[in-house]
Nanobody
Framework: QVQLVESGGGLVQPGGSLRLSCAAS????????IGWFRQAPGKEREGVSC????????YYADSVKGRFTISRDNAKNTVYLQMNSLKPEDTAVYYC???????????????????WGQGTQVTVSS
């Protein structure tokens, strides 16, 4: 069974950090572009950060550049999103997705993916 499972969300104060994980099962992430997306209440889902299958190319939304870092460990079949200097506007449900055919930039800009996780809540509040 193909599955993506996110973890690591929670409540954090502004300026704090969280590390999200996305573990894949039932398929190998090594051939897929991977992306992190988020959806805040009343807003459309948006691409946050995506990485190519070979980890060479990354994409970041302007709103998170310099604060978030995407990485992948194909040996562990897991992708990470390190989030630093968190702001209240980062509050959202965060999803990971995998896509075999799209470039990582198209994946993030068009919000597409072959497989999606169920999401993990991130709340930034004092």
């Amino acid at each position: 069974q193909v599955q993506l499972v996110e973890s690591g969300g929670g409540l954090v104060q502004p300026g704090g950090s969280l590390r999200l994980s996305c573990a894949a099962s039932g398929f190998s992430l090594g051939h897929y572009a991977i992306g992190w997306f988020r959806q805040a209440p009343g807003k459309e889902r948006e691409g946050v950060s995506c990485v190519s299958s070979n980890s060479v190319i990354t994409y970041y939304a302007d709103s998170v550049k310099g604060r978030f870092t995407i990485s992948r460990d194909n040996a562990k079949n897991t992708v990470y999103l390190q989030m630093n200097s968190l702001k209240p506007e980062d509050t959202a449900v965060y999803y990971c997705a995998a896509d075999v055919g799209a470039t990582m930039q198209r994946m993030c800009v068009s919000v597409i993916g072959d497989y999606w996780g169920q999401g993990t809540q991130v709340t930034v509040s004092s």
